[in-house]
Each structure stands twice: as structure tokens, then as C-alpha cells.
Nanobody, 120 residues
Framework: HVQLVESGGGSVQAGGSLTLSCAASGYSVSKYYMAWFRQAPGKEREGVAAIDSAGSPTYTYSVEGRFTISKDNVKNTLYLQMNSLKPEDTAMYYC???????????????WGQGTQVTVS
């Protein structure tokens, strides 16, 4: 049974930083493709960053150079380091996992419950 639990969200001022974590259980993050998505009120869920089984990242244009996705295979945890945060980064952030490389597509099979990030 695959389970993903996000943490690390919160409120921060513009220009600040946050690190999100996604603890995985029921499978090994080293063997899965994983990603971070976000959804703001009234908007569609969008892919923010993805990482393949080898650790190669993909970012959406709006976060390139500010966000870093990584994973710790020993802790079985996915991370999203977010720097230079902007008000437009405000959203619920979700982690996702799949056996197939879906990069930033929204069709991942497994999802966490989300963690809120608010930038003012």
C-alpha cells in the first residue's frame, strides 16, 4: 500500500524560503518517478517539479532557478526546497508518485493529502 505524507508548509514573507517533505511508505522512492504539484484556489493543479528514478529533475518554467527537487533514498523521502518565494507561489502543494515517468503530467497514480504554502 503506497502512502505519501507531505509536511513543511506554512506562511512566509515574499523572498523567504521553505522546504517541503514527502515521506513515502509502501515502496522505495529510488524505484519510482516522483513529482510536486500545486493548486491555487480556482486554478487547475499544475506540475512544479519532477524527478526520475536516477535523480534527474524537471521544473516548470515559473520555478526554474528558485525551487530544487531532491530525494533521499535512505530516508525514503522527497523534498522541495523553495527559495525566493513569491505571492503567486501560494497554493496547496502535493507530492505524487508513479511507476511510469510522467514528468509534470497530472496523471500520477499516487498522491499525498497536500500541505499549504502561503506567501505574503
Amino acid at each position: 500500500h503506497v502512502q505519501l505524507v507531505e509536511s513543511g508548509g506554512g506562511s512566509v514573507q515574499a523572498g523567504g524560503s521553505l522546504t517541503l517533505s514527502c515521506a513515502a511508505s509502501g515502496y522505495s522512492v529510488s524505484k519510482y518517478y516522483m513529482a510536486w504539484f500545486r493548486q491555487a484556489p480556482g486554478k487547475e493543479r499544475e506540475g512544479v517539479a519532477a524527478i526520475d528514478s536516477a535523480g534527474s529533475p524537471t521544473y516548470t518554467y515559473s520555478v526554474e532557478g528558485r525551487f530544487t527537487i531532491s530525494k533521499d533514498n535512505v530516508k525514503n523521502t522527497l523534498y522541495l526546497q523553495m527559495n525566493s518565494l513569491k505571492p503567486e507561489d501560494t497554493a496547496m502543494y502535493y507530492c505524487a508518485a508513479d511507476f511510469v515517468n510522467k514528468q509534470l503530467a497530472r496523471s500520477y497514480d499516487y498522491w499525498g493529502q497536500g500541505t499549504q504554502v502561503t506567501v505574503s
